[in-house]
């Protein structure tokens, strides 16, 4: 499965996602982990969150996902990490990862996963997670990172309204700032409510936590009728198999 518009929009713009949003999820890293465990960081791009864990964390044994060769490329000289190429929607790809780790870090990838309409988005979010889950071992734990947003109606504002804007450019067209835009991509944000309820339908495993960490609103966000964007933490653990 290649998702050229998607890997050809992060090799442009490759940011570097702000560690401190990982704050939460480093503690329960640090409380939970134990000699040896393992950590596989979805969607690492240029590979920052990963050198993160690795200093901050007792945990060496490391490894990237991505769909940017040229962002694992950046990741394995950075961290020196082994990497698998490929989309945490493809089934296929992942059943081709053999390995199992103790902590899955999918962060800041669900509303990145666009279909032609917002059901598809969604199921394409379930199967990330399903996905996710499976390169977990028994007992370990997927730790989901997402900015969301508050009410769904505004969620639904920003999905249309990216969609139509590219109907006519490929372009991000930029807003205020650097990553504020009503252009390319097209994001389909959850409501925290929404990823929470996701994840508790999962099968297989269990929410233990929810962190809900809350951002100042800028003008473009108060336009879209905000009431509230978080960082959204989500630690579940996986059950064992019965």
């Known amino acids: ?3 050229e518009a998607t890997e050809a929009y992060f090799n442009e713009y490759t940011p570097e996602y702000g560690v401190y949003r990982f704050e939460y999820a480093v503690g329960a890293i640090r409380r939970l982990c134990k000699p040896g465990s393992s950590f596989v960081d979805v969607g690492c791009g240029v590979g920052n969150i990963l050198e993160f ?9 490391l490894c990237g996902i991505d769909v940017s060769e040229n962002c694992l490329r950046e990741a394995r000289a950075r961290v020196n990490c082994e990497t698998y190429a ?3 929607v493809d089934a296929r790809f992942v059943s081709g990862i053999k390995k199992r780790f103790d902590f899955v870090m999918l962060a800041a990838v669900l509303h ?3 279909g032609p309409a917002k059901r598809e988005c969604r199921r394409m979010c379930e199967a990330a997670v399903a996905n996710s889950l499976s390169l977990v071992k028994d007992g370990g ?4 990172l997402e900015p969301t947003i508050n009410p769904a109606f505004s969620t639904d504002l920003i999905y249309h309204v990216k969609r ?5 450019t490929t372009r991000r067209v930029g807003i205020f700032d650097k990553w504020n835009n009503i252009g390319a991509p097209v994001v389909a944000y959850f409501t925290d409510y929404e990823l929470v309820d996701m994840l508790k339908a999962a099968k297989g495993c269990k ?5 809900v960490n809350e951002r100042q609103m800028n003008l473009m966000y108060r336009l879209a009728l905000m009431t ?3 960082e959204t933490t989500v630690l579940v653990r996986k059950t064992a198999a019965r």
């Open 228 to 230: 509230k964007r978080a």
């Open 164 to 168: 139509l804007v590219t109907r006519v």
């Open 141 to 144: 734990y997927l730790i989901v």
């Open 1 to 3: 499965m290649k998702d």
């Open 207 to 211: 929410v233990e936590d929810v962190d």
């Open 112 to 114: 990145h996963l666009i």
């Open 53 to 61: 864990i690795r200093n901050e964390t007792p945990i060496e044994n």
């Open 86 to 88: 490929g989309s945490i």
